[in-house]
């Protein structure tokens, strides 16, 4: 059945919440209202869906724009029509005339999708001006379909941030516009593959259906041929059904509009020349023509109603050129009828088109992986942007774990936060910047080398308002006003006061729910040092020499010769304070040894090295007693230059096309250091003047640490470069490797093979490539390798045993996507870029492994924050502090804690587990609300659904039936009160919290 709130009263809501107050207030419970329309009974959503004819064939023509946030252009350029040599485009001007032109003709209608482009157009906006949109959004002629921030890409973006920006841009509309703004339907229709984790957020998000325009064109073919365009999407294999099916639709024109019939200032197609008497009329020619495209398309389809969309990348600046001819082709297409036509044409938007297809009632295809890899042809696979500008991903990544510090400490500091000692700090700029960087060609890397870099900027001036922020909490909660240094380029040991100062202390805030064991790694010029924790007690440091490739790396940025390790443990969602003190008359810093060592180890793990190469050989589980063979290297592919006789297809920022099969190997030997003490053991590899690695094992750690250091990417052979790292295993994998959808949920991937066509593989490497968000591995039946990734990146297994990660790319040729330049960053000093990371590997049997790799996982998402103050403490200064009063269980993560309003905070609480994944943790965990904060009584609760825009309880979606003929499983039963709130394997659960500060 359909619904609609729109459709309620001002005086039901008006009751209905004056009960829910009256019941709960009872019970010591409390509901927080959602905005609601200030109309009395709008008629928006399904009910403003014009009639459609059932005996005919009828064409849903559905006015939209594509407005992409950043691309060929800055996001400011885009929305005001700067910088038009580059692409005409002006988002501003689009909205001004789509409004004037609605309002011209009632029957028409029009779809918005990017929210972050509509917000600032609406900001400028008389209010006479934004009441006549507000009319037009409740009358159904203006809708938004989507609704978040940006359409995100669905390859790179990691779930955590892709339901923030969901939840920025949605709540805007829901503020702005009630129920009636409130989208219905998701809408991807230019990313480039779909993931299985997106159709799982959009089903939790309360969306009736989601459409989307590329899929593979084999994929594509087959469809057609079964009329399966149209599907149920099951897209979870741990939450019980119907809660993570999706409806899901595929366009039939990409999101263009049949050829011939684009009129927009962009095009050259010609208009309804509708005048007998004048030259050129076509009016005949043009209905023929349309007609021929409507039965052809409904062979493909299923129903009696088809889906045409009518507009493309920033059209409708002029809207009357779109609208007068749109008009036209309505009426004279429909004129036919009388001459025995069966064709019917109507203005339409996708969920008028979604709510047909359920009133057919029929039956669907049921489809349970994803649409990865997409190629558009034999030779093209669009998996190269997997890894494309990795230190834009990494930055990225990094950013994400700024933004959950930046929220968590608004929430846990008060109102101090934001207007405290240190001034005005705010977490919205950084909401911003990271949901700006979630769009499908911002952290794909799919953009121009400015727009790269303005969306850098974003991100480094969100971090700097969120700086202030975090002083301000920090001043509060410790009791210390003293000024707080933050040190950004840690990663390539550069920090100006740990360089200079013979005492200093370090502040260590853990995000996550649990309590942290990190090892921190500090640049320092002396040769010994104490290191205190927050009871005075002495913890083990020790000083290594900085690494050849560290100081290649940061150029002149940093004089800091060696670096401080030691270990440190942070309370969950809290921070502890360490104190280090140089020591005059320390020991000297011992050297590294040129000799590659037998073997490093701790208690956990085992790592052998071949004497002769430098390299891995095995790799150890002491506590499970298992070995495997291991030798892990670094290659490249040599980038297709378009001269190959099959096909012209180049690598480029879309692409990956390696012209040969077999990479090239950078060395079979590698040049050794080693280091070991009782904090850490490094093996220091050298590869070549721009390969390096160090291979590093922790005293504590059951994950081995390969950082890796990649670049300048040399391009004097004028040949494009694909640098992979590939671990060669004794693991027989048998064809399959596993990779993780969005950070979330693990998929299984077989060489050469998809589930739902016969795959003819025409390219062996890059047709075999996945996106590896957080994590990829390996498995038999008793061994399974993981690999933990610091950002998305692309990896295949394309031999049994091996797992190969991508790690950077330069190309020296555009792939003619649309770009319009090479994938050549050259970096600050104009040489190349150069980029760091790493990756984390365990070894364990199949049914153990999770317990390992998912605390692994969101440990390296959410990292502790290091700030920094010179000198000694002050003596009142409090040096711990936990936002919870206890530690979350292990299965349990602790997604999102921000601020909503002056007296509510928004929190998600995650099963991390998958239902078949752990004998220990897939099991359901019962958490109580009230006993989670230590500085925050809970007074009241309303769960939201994901995206927080509605109340769970209100949320309503349309039912679908799989073709094997199933039926959705009985709702679950309730919580065991309305405090303490039971996951499921998988599960997330919001709620908006009505709170009081301590």
Known sequence: MSYDSCSLSMMAVATRLCLWVALLVQSGVFCFPISQDPQESPACGYESCHATKPSMLNVHLVPHTHDDVGWLKTVDQYFYGDRNNIQHAGVQYILDSVVDQLLKNPDRRFIYV????????????????????????????????????????????????????????????????????????????????HAREHASMFAQMGYDGFFFGRLDYQDRDRRMLAREQELIWRASDSLPSPAADLFTGILPNGYNPPEGFCWDQSCDD?????????????????????????????????????????????????????????????????????????????????????????????????????????????????????????????????????????????????????????????????????????????????????VANDYARRLANGWKHCQVLVSNTLAGLTGSSIQRVFCDNLNISVCPLTESSKQFSVNVYNPLGRVVSWSVRLPVNGASYTVSDASGNTVDSQVVPVSRATQDIRMDRGHAINELLFQVEAPPLGYTTYSISLLQDGPPVAPPSPRAPKAIENKFLRVTFDPDTGLLSSLSNLETKQTIKLTQNFYWYNASDGRNSESPQMSGAYIFRPNSSTPFIISKTAKIETLQNSVVQEVRQSFSPWVSQVVRLYTHSRALELEWSVGPLPIGDDLGKEVITRLDSSINSSGFFYTDSNGREVLERRKDFRPTWNLKQSEPIAGNYYPVNSRAYIKDDSEQLTVVTDRSQGGASVQDGSLEIMLHRRLLYDDV???????????????????????LLSLSPPEQAADTHRPLAQQEVLQPLLTFTPGELHPNTRLEFSGLQAALPPAVHLLTVSQWDRDSVLIRLEHQYQAWESKRYSQPVTVNLQKLFSTLDVLGVSEMNLSANQYKEDMTRLDWTPETGEEPLQKPLGDPSVWEVTLKPMEIRTFLLRVRHR
């Open 817 to 839: 996507r649309g770009v319009g330049e090479p994938l050549n960053e050259t970096g600050e000093f104009l040489e190349g870029l150069v980029v760091r990371g790493r990756l």
């Open 114 to 193: 990017e929210t972050a482009f509509f917000y600032r157009w609406w900001k400028n906006q008389p209010s006479s001006m934004q009441q006549t949109v507000k009319e037009l959004v409740n009358q159904g002629r203006l809708e938004f379909v989507n609704g978040g921030w940006c359409m995100s890409d669905e390859a790179t973006t990691h779930y955590s941030a892709v339901v923030d920006q969901m939840t920025l841009g949605l709540r805007f509309l829901n503020d702005t516009f009630g129920a009636c703004g409130r989208p219905r339907v998701a809408w991807h229709i230019d990313p480039f593959g």
């Open 270 to 450: 010609p208009p309804i020349r509708d005048d007998p008497d004048l030259e050129d009329y076509n009016v005949d020619d043009v209905v023929s023509r349309f007609l021929t495209i409507a039965r052809a398309q409904s062979l493909v389809y299923k129903t009696n109603h088809i889906i045409m969309t009518m507009g493309s990348d920033f059209q409708y600046e002029n809207a009357n050129l779109w609208y007068k001819n749109l008009d036209k082709l309505i009426r004279y297409v429909n004129a036919q009828q009388a001459n025995g036509s069966n064709v019917n044409v109507l203005y339409s938007t996708p969920s008028c088109y979604l709510q047909e297809l359920h009133r057919a009632n029929l039956t669907w295809a049921l489809k349970t992986d994803d649409f990865f890899p997409y190629a558009d042809a034999a030779h093209d696979f669009w998996t190269g942007y997997f890894t494309s500008r990795p230190a834009l991903k990494r930055y990225e990544r990094l950013s994400n774990s700024y933004l959950q510090t930046c929220n968590q400490l608004e929430v846990l500091g008060g109102p101090l936060s934001r207007q405290g000692v240190f001034g005005a700090g705010d977490s919205d700029t950084m909401k911003k910047a990271m949901a700006v960087a979630q769009h499908h060609d911002a952290v794909s890397g799919t953009e121009k080398q400015h």
